[in-house]
């Protein structure tokens, strides 16, 4: 794991059987990521998105348990391959109390040039996505 995210379930996240309402838990993903990219690897979306993005091109979820008003969760972001133009991660998020695994996704996010098109990751951030990598294999 690179990076723990930790979110508390809202009153805003849950639907009238007050559980989770599935889309929540892709918005607390993206949180998760958006933190990552900002305390992890020094490149927060807002200076990203000046003139390139990084929008995610393939999710795998899987629901595992359901999430109820007031849980404590911890997002799990694990780094598993950057490619030319992309990034794979798995993300897990785990009752924070119990360790007891809630949902699960695979992602792939590719960064854009100012036309949308893919584009090579700034040497400076492959750098240190490949150095974050290496440090815990």
Avoid at 5 to 12: R, S
Avoid at 81 to 96: D, E, F, I, K, Y
Wanted: glycine residues 6%; contains cysteine.
């Amino acid at each position: 794991m690179h990076f723990t995210y930790p979110q508390k379930i809202l009153f805003k996240h849950c639907d009238p059987a007050g559980i989770v309402f599935y889309p929540r838990f892709l918005e607390m993903l993206n949180d998760a990521i958006e933190a990552m990219f900002s305390e992890l690897l020094e490149w927060p979306f807002e200076a990203i998105h000046e003139q390139n993005a990084v929008p995610t091109a393939e999710l795998n979820v899987r629901f595992r348990a359901p999430c109820r008003h007031g849980d404590q969760l911890e997002l799990r972001c694990t780094l598993n391959h950057v490619g030319r133009t992309s990034l794979s991660l798995t993300t897990q998020a785990v009752g924070a109390s119990a360790g007891d695994l809630r949902f699960e996704v695979d992602q792939r996010m590719v960064f854009t040039g100012p036309d949308g098109r893919p584009a090579p990751w700034p040497e400076a951030v492959r750098a240190k996505l490949n150095r974050l990598m290496e440090a815990n294999r």
